[in-house]
């Protein structure tokens, strides 16, 4: 498991580059009461998590279990979902909205960015409308 990586991963990177060419900007791995979330919007008070299937039990085939060793990912599972819950309780106890995105949604990743959209709001630019960093004279 030391492999396993805690952030950048392959799901978190496909929804990132999706909201980034919607026009979207957001903070990545963003401080929370000694967590750290995924996408923050900050001045939207919103924040998408990025949930792999596996470490927090979708109920979905690739959330499925192994046979191996039953009783311990039974608990390290049981344990992630416990502590997904307290960010998110902590979170709207705090005035911010979440939204979840499934690694097995993102499949779709049309109906994944439309759902993302109409959480997020219209973005203040368009992919090809950024704000320019240089200055006019």
Known sequence: MRAVKGRDTAPERRVRRMLHAAGYRFRVQFPFRRKR?????INR???VLVHGC?????????GRLPQTN???WNAK???????????ILALV???????IVWECELKDEAAVSQR????LGPPKWSGDQAPSTASSP
């Open 37 to 41: 979330l995924d996408l923050a919007f």
């Open 45 to 47: 008070k919103r924040v």
């Open 54 to 62: 596996f470490w927090h039990g979708h109920d979905c085939p690739r």
């Open 70 to 72: 039953t009783d311990f």
């Open 77 to 87: 599972i049981s344990r992630n979902r416990e502590r997904d819950n307290e960010t």
């Open 93 to 99: 106890a705090d005035h911010w909205t979440t939204a």
């Open 116 to 119: 993302l959209r109409a959480f």
